[in-house]
């Protein structure tokens, strides 16, 4: 999976929150009140920004109405387990990685972290349940 720039993190963030698809226009207004990323931002620059993040997987976009509604493809869970999963994939030394990790989370990512371990131990092969699981713990 790619990697966000600042502008499309903002993008996104606002489109993880949102319950409704949102047009572009409305997009670069609440970037423009909420962070200095939308202050001059153009119109035409917001579409190209999500012509990228449709690219990149991000973003998909309704085109039977006009203008179009775009909404999130992906979580922001699964976004952050793939950033995970690159780091660690990356990292010669995935114990260490792993091992510093564990020891800056806090009791209660800790406890999730042993049941995840458990449910994944009572179901080889199956990574499925791990993942909603993950999605069902609140985040602290």
């Known amino acids: 999976m790619a990697t966000l720039g600042d502008l499309e993190r903002s993008i996104m963030e606002r489109l993880?929150?949102?319950?409704?698809?949102v047009t572009a226009a409305e997009l670069r207004d609440e970037l423009a009140h909420k962070t200095s990323a939308g202050k001059d931002l153009?119109?035409?620059?917001?579409?190209?920004?999500l012509s990228r993040l449709e690219r990149k997987g991000f973003v998909d976009r309704d085109r039977?109405?006009?203008?179009?509604?775009?909404?999130?493809?992906?979580?922001?869970?699964?976004h952050t387990a793939e950033l995970l999963q690159q780091v660690l994939g990356s990292e010669p030394d995935r114990a260490a990685a792993l091992a510093r990790f564990v020891g800056?989370?806090?009791?209660?990512?800790?406890?999730?972290l042993r049941q995840l371990l458990e449910q994944r131990a009572a179901t080889p092969g199956d990574e499925s349940s791990?993942?909603?699981?993950?999605r069902a713990t609140p985040a602290n």
């Open 16 to 21: 993880w929150q949102s319950d409704a698809p």
């Open 42 to 49: 153009a119109l035409t620059t917001m579409l190209t920004v």
């Open 64 to 78: 039977k109405v006009r203008p179009h509604l775009y909404f999130a493809v992906t979580t922001r869970a699964d």
């Open 104 to 112: 800056q989370v806090s009791p209660q990512e800790a406890d999730t």
């Open 130 to 134: 791990s993942t909603s699981a993950i």
